[in-house]
């Protein structure tokens, strides 16, 4: 009897190459597809994530599928930190530590952070049902397809980000030479016990870059007839790497570094840290926060550095500061000037104040009693082009309004007073984000006239 062959129907795909079209589908197109489509928009660059999430679904492809959809939800965890820690600037482990914190924010008030975990959700549950198809293929033309595809799309995913090269994983490397606001400006030489000295560090207070809108409101509150006839100003650009608690290091630590490394008492004495010296001059030293003193584990190492009074979300709430939403929600910051003057009428001796702001963390939504809903009025260019930008900015001016109506107060005490930005606005898209200096953050420095000079 002659053997009769049947032969697939022509045009027909063969079974190994749909186990190949399956895996890429899963491992190359799913595992990246909400990354990918920031691509134009501008993100942090992730061609390692894309190699990792390649290579491990190379990996089990013959595994059984609930050890693929675990690896696969393992290499969805690692794109997302990797991407959030690049978006702050923050080094992965610094970006785990920090972790135990989120039961502090309020994510839930960003549209987009909601939107994004909706993605995210979406994702694994399809992949759960993908992952049902045959992915197993094993013919070496396609495992070397695979590789070639793996690098291609991070090699695709490089060259998309070439434009923002310095916008993301501003970690400070081995031997970077050190600058601080503080320290360019003369701020710490002022303690000589005549004066108060304030330090503000402002979040997300970035050094605009060519942008003459931004440019022309930074700071604009302060150029006055009453601030120069009590101060003379200054103001300058200083170079910053990682997170807000690295520019709180920083400018009081005067080196770069993190807060926890402050954690242990004695470590923190080594560093002699600002409030700390100023401590051993006479001056009362007191710390500001319009957030909770848990975050970060400030209620902790500011004692460390030599904070003798701290004043935090609830105790700036018990003195009358309302509260203002957001992801970090808080104390509403145009209000803490007024409190921030009142402490220093009533203080007994020279007083280092520091205060820490925390409305204008990103995102910045509308509503929540911000006072940012009615951008137009802050300027129209930035309203129309740049509207988060502009929330920013709303929120930047109500500080300024209130903070020179406190220090230009004929019973406002001799200060000198010195802010800057923790770090530039971490904005994820390159709109936004191409729109200020990935280096350097701003700082203004009112030095005190002194009642001879200004006849006060």
Not at 60 to 68: D, F, G, S, T, Y
Not at 147 to 157: R, S, Y
Request: aromatic residues 14%; proline residues 5%; neutral net charge.
């Amino acid at each position: 009897m002659t053997a009769i062959t049947m032969e697939a129907p022509r045009g027909r795909l063969s079974a190994e190459l749909i186990k190949f079209l399956n895996w890429a589908l899963i491992w190359l197109g799913l595992a990246n597809i909400p990354f990918i489509a920031m691509w134009f928009v501008g993100a942090p660059p992730r061609y390692f994530e894309i190699a990792v999430a390649g290579l491990v679904g190379l990996v089990v492809k013959r595994m059984p599928r609930v050890i693929q959809w675990a690896a696969f939800t393992a290499v969805m965890a690692y794109s997302i930190l990797s991407f959030v820690a690049g978006l702050f600037n923050l080094g992965m482990s610094s970006l785990l530590y920090s972790m135990q914190f989120f039961a502090e924010i309020k994510p839930s008030n960003s549209t987009e952070y909601i939107a994004a975990a909706g993605v995210i959700l979406a994702i694994l549950i399809a992949s759960w049902f993908l992952l049902k198809r045959d992915t197993n293929f094993a013919k070496p033309y396609y495992i070397l397809l695979g590789g070639a595809l793996i690098f291609g799309l991070a090699g695709t995913d490089y060259a998309m980000g070439q434009s923002m090269r310095g916008h993301y994983f501003r970690e400070a490397p081995a031997g970077a030479d050190f600058e601080s606001a503080t320290q360019k400006s003369g701020f710490a030489t002022r303690a000589d016990g005549k004066r108060h000295l304030v330090l503000i560090i402002v979040e997300s207070l970035g050094v605009p870059h060519h942008n003459k809108a931004m440019s022309d409101k930074l700071f604009a509150y302060y150029n006055n007839s009453a601030i120069q006839a009590r101060y003379d100003v200054s103001k300058g650009t200083s170079l910053y790497y990682n997170s807000t608690t690295s520019g709180e290091f920083r400018e009081m630590c005067g080196q770069w570094g993190d807060y926890y490394e402050l954690l242990e008492p004695a470590d923190a004495a080594k560093l002699n840290c600002l409030p700390a010296m100023l401590a051993t001059k006479g001056y009362a030293t007191h710390a500001m926060h319009s957030f909770k003193g848990e975050f970060f584990k400030r209620a902790e190492w500011y004692p460390n550095i030599g904070f003798q009074k701290r004043e935090f979300w609830a105790e700036l709430h018990a003195k009358g500061a309302e509260w203002c939403g957001g992801v970090f929600a808080g104390a509403c910051d145009r209000q803490i000037p007024a409190m921030l003057a009142e402490n220093l009428k009533q203080a007994k001796k020279p007083t280092f104040l520091y205060w820490l702001t925390v409305n204008t963390h990103l995102p910045v939504p509308t509503g929540l009693n911000l006072d940012v809903d009615d951008c137009s009025k802050v300027s129209l260019q930035l309203a129309k082009e740049f509207p988060m930008i502009c929330r920013q900015f709303a929120i930047f001016d109500d500080i300024d309004k209130a903070l020179v109506n406190e220090i230009t107060a004929s019973d406002f005490p001799e200060s000198d007073i010195l802010i800057v930005g923790d770090h530039m606005p971490p904005y994820y898209d390159r709109h936004n984000r191409s729109q200020f200096d990935p280096e350097r953050v701003p700082w203004l420095y009112l030095k005190a006239k002194g009642k001879s000079e200004t006849g006060i």
